[in-house]
């Protein structure tokens, strides 16, 4: 069993900053890749911030130079660092990630149950 749990939502001033982790656990063989989504009221999913195959990182338009994304390998944890932050930020914010699971030769999508972040005055 694998399961992503993310944390360190909450309610921030505009221009203030938080970090959201992702931390992977259970019968995990192989971590390939670990992402940033989010989805405000009333919108679609969105992507926030995803590895490329080349070791960069894809980050949304809007949150170019705003936010940036980290992995703690030993820890199986990805953290979202987000600065700067606006009321359009405002969302639940799910952590997804592509793990074989331990006696498997396959690779399967997680995704954790979501963080609320509210940027609001």
């Known amino acids: 069993q694998v399961q992503l749990v993310e944390s360190g939502g909450g309610l921030v001033q505009p221009g203030g900053s938080l970090r959201l982790s992702c931390v992977a656990s259970?019968?995990?063989?192989?971590?390939?890749?670990m992402g940033w989504y989010r989805q405000a009221p009333g919108k679609q999913l969105e992507l926030v911030a995803t590895p490329t195959s080349s070791g960069s990182t894809n980050y949304a338009d809007s949150v170019k130079g705003r936010f940036t994304i980290s992995r703690d390998n030993a820890k199986n944890t990805e953290y979202l660092q987000m600065n700067s932050l606006k009321p359009e930020d405002t969302a639940v914010y799910y952590c997804?990630?592509?793990?074989?699971?331990?006696?498997?030769?396959?690779?399967?999508?997680?995704w954790g149950q979501g963080t609320q972040v509210t940027v609001s005055s």
């Open positions: 259970g019968s995990i063989f192989k971590i390939y890749s």
């Open positions: 997804q990630a592509e793990i074989t699971p331990t006696a498997m030769n396959l690779v399967f999508a997680y």
